[in-house]
């Protein structure tokens, strides 16, 4: 299979464990939710995927062997991470932060800032001196700009107001609509990956406890995997 293949992932803090065996796919074009409580092993999937975490098992993207890369090869075979917490270079202007992620595609300057206005209209300020959401809109312009096929999003709304959840919102399911880009999307909001989400996939303490397409969701297991 061509896309995201993760079979039996482990993964380790120090002597701690956080992944027992994870196996989960993205298909080319798919969009899947990574669902699941706090600390049930989310955030550290996808820090696996990218490298940045100690881990055992299969993981291959478009045919490639991701264990033993480190990450900037792994960013470079396609797979783009929207982090948590949404770190951009504060010190760099936005415009600076958009072009020094740059790899030559469909996505440029033009084209992200197309997508999120506001980036253009505030190409020229620091970065620290951007809201939170616009924060978050760079941060997503990045990923952007290295022209991934494959898009990790990590609580992309997270901690944002309405307004600009709704604006992002809006950018992701666009960006669902260009049919070749894979995602990968991490987030709280059923109601907002009912939207996009292709699949669902609900971890619970470091292992996969549904998958499913994601209009199969039943009312038991959101409630029992995902409820407070
Ligand atoms: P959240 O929504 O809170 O980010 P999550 O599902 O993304 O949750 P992870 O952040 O992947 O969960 O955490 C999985 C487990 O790994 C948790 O038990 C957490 O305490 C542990 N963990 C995460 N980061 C570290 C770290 N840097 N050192 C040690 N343990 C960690």
New binding site residues.
């Given amino acids: 299979m061509s896309g995201l293949v993760l079979d039996d992932l482990r993964a380790f803090?120090?002597p701690?464990q956080?992944l027992f065996g994870v196996s989960l796919s993205v298909a080319p074009g798919e969009t899947v939710a990574l669902m699941?409580?706090?600390?049930?092993?989310?955030?550290?999937?996808v820090r696996a995927i990218c490298g940045m975490v100690r881990a055992t098992g299969r993981r291959h993207y478009a045919g490639q062997d991701l264990a033993r890369l480190p990450s900037h090869r792994i960013a470079q075979l396609g797979i783009g991470l929207v982090p948590?917490g949404r770190r951009c270079f504060r010190d760099l202007t936005v415009a600076e932060n958009l072009v020094a992620a740059a790899r030559r595609g469909v996505w440029d300057l033009d084209r992200v800032t197309a997508l999120f206005p506001r980036l253009g209209e505030r190409a020229g300020q620091r970065a620290a001196t951007l809201s939170g959401g616009e924060q978050q809109m760079l941060a997503i312009g990045r990923a952007l700009m290295t022209n991934p096929s494959l898009l990790l999003l990590d609580?992309a709304t997270e901690g944002l107001a309405p307004l600009v959840r709704a604006e992002i919102w809006g950018a992701i399911r666009g960006l669902k609509a260009q049919s070749d880009l894979s995602i990968l999307v991490?987030d709280k909001s059923l109601r907002e990956l009912a939207g996009v989400a292709d699949r669902a996939v609900i971890?619970e303490r470091?292992q996969v406890v549904a998958d499913t397409p994601f209009a199969g969701l039943t009312r038991e297991e959101t409630d029992r995997y995902l409820g407070v």
């Fill in positions: 803090y120090g701690s956080a699941g409580r706090n600390g049930m092993g989310k955030t550290t999937t948590e609580e991490i971890l470091g």
